[in-house]
């Protein structure tokens, strides 16, 4: 019933910054938080952040918070992530996700995925 897809990802130098955005679609009004997470080559999927749909109330991995924003369109529901002073750490595929309810544990709705290189 809904669809994300995202989009920004690219290479760029450590200390520098990107901007991924996802874009949801079908029946959007059905979602009740977005969120974004990540995974490495080899390493398991990582939460990063999410935002609430209901009231706009974020949550953060602690090794992005200070450098990472999320934020959310109100009307379209387009969902944003702001990165700073990224990290070659930072380097994985970055996922859109999104749920019918606000537990992490049960989002639904999954983007394909786009890739973020910090190179040092």
């Known amino acids: 019933q809904v669809q994300v897809e995202e989009t920004g990802g690219g290479l760029v130098q450590a200390g520098g910054s990107l901007r991924l955005r996802c874009y949801p679609s079908?029946?959007?009004?059905?979602?009740?938080?977005m969120g974004w997470f990540r995974q490495a080559p080899g390493k398991e999927r990582e939460f990063v952040a999410t935002i609430s749909l209901v009231d706009g109330s974020t949550n953060y991995t602690d090794s992005v918070k200070g450098r990472f924003t999320v934020s959310r369109n109100n009307v379209n529901n387009v969902m944003t992530l702001q990165m700073s002073g990224l990290k070659p750490l930072d380097t994985a595929v970055y996922y859109c996700?999104?749920?019918?309810?606000?537990?992490?544990?049960?989002?639904?709705?999954w983007g394909q995925g786009t890739q973020v290189t910090v190179s040092s």
């Open positions: 079908g029946l959007t009004a059905t979602l009740s938080a």
């Open positions: 996700a999104g749920g019918r309810t606000l537990r992490i544990e049960e989002y639904e709705y």
